[in-house]
Structures are given as structure tokens and as C-alpha cells.
Nanobody, 123 residues
Framework: QVQLVESGGGLVQAEDSLRLSCVSS????????MGWFRQAPGKEREFVAA????????RYADSVKGRFTISRDNAKNTVYLQMNTLKPEDTAVYYC????????????????WGQGTQVTVSS
């Protein structure tokens, strides 16, 4: 079973930036759509961004469009989430996921997950 390990979370102030990384142990990482989701306390896990296996196609939630960028380096089995102009409402645990579908799914059940990394944005 593939293991996904996220890193890069932390405590930052509003308007700051963070870059999250997720390394996959899978030998066929380059074959999979990858995604980022987040879950705030008391809320459901929500879609943030997804990227195609080649990296040529991306998809974003409206709430992060223009501020976040998803990318991947298939040679390093790594997917990234660059987060700029962070807001307090971006505070959540961020999860990296490997899609079980060949399309850029936006539902949590379409992914298998890492353990998450906490992002806290203070105002």
C-alpha cells in the first residue's frame, strides 16, 4: 500500500505563504492524479486542488483559486501545494491524496490519504 507523507505545515500570519510537500512511496506515482484536501475542526474534509498524472492539468476550489498552486515532480515522487496570501479561514489540517480515479476528482472518497499536516493562519 502506498504511503503518503506530508510536510511543510506550520503557524503563519495572514498574508504569509507556505509550501506543502507530499512524498509518495509508490513506484507508479507518475500514473496517478494527486490532490490536496483540508479539514478544519468540526467541518468535513473539503477539496482544495488536484493535478493530473503528467502535471499538465490542474483544478482548484473557488476559495483558493488565484492564491494556491498545485504542482508535482514525478522524478521525486512529490506533489506540492504553494499557498500564498493565506487567510485565517485557510486554517486546517491539509491532506495529500492519491486518486483512485483517472480524472481530477473533488470528492474525498476518490482518494487514499496521508496523515496530514497542520496549517494555522493567525490574523
Amino acid at each position: 500500500q502506498v504511503q503518503l507523507v506530508e510536510s511543510g505545515g506550520g503557524l503563519v500570519q495572514a498574508e504569509d505563504s507556505l509550501r506543502l510537500s507530499c512524498v509518495s512511496s509508490g513506484r507508479t506515482f507518475s500514473s496517478y492524479v494527486m490532490g490536496w484536501f483540508r479539514q478544519a475542526p468540526g467541518k468535513e474534509r473539503e477539496f482544495v486542488a488536484a493535478i493530473s498524472s503528467s502535471g499538465g492539468t490542474t483544478r482548484y476550489a473557488d476559495s483558493v483559486k488565484g492564491r494556491f498552486t498545485i504542482s508535482r515532480d514525478n522524478a521525486k515522487n512529490t506533489v506540492y501545494l504553494q499557498m500564498n496570501t493565506l487567510k485565517p479561514e485557510d486554517t486546517a489540517v491539509y491532506y495529500c491524496g492519491e486518486a483512485v480515479t483517472p480524472w481530477l476528482a473533488t470528492t474525498p472518497e476518490s482518494y487514499s490519504w496521508g496523515q496530514g499536516t497542520q496549517v494555522t493562519v493567525s490574523s
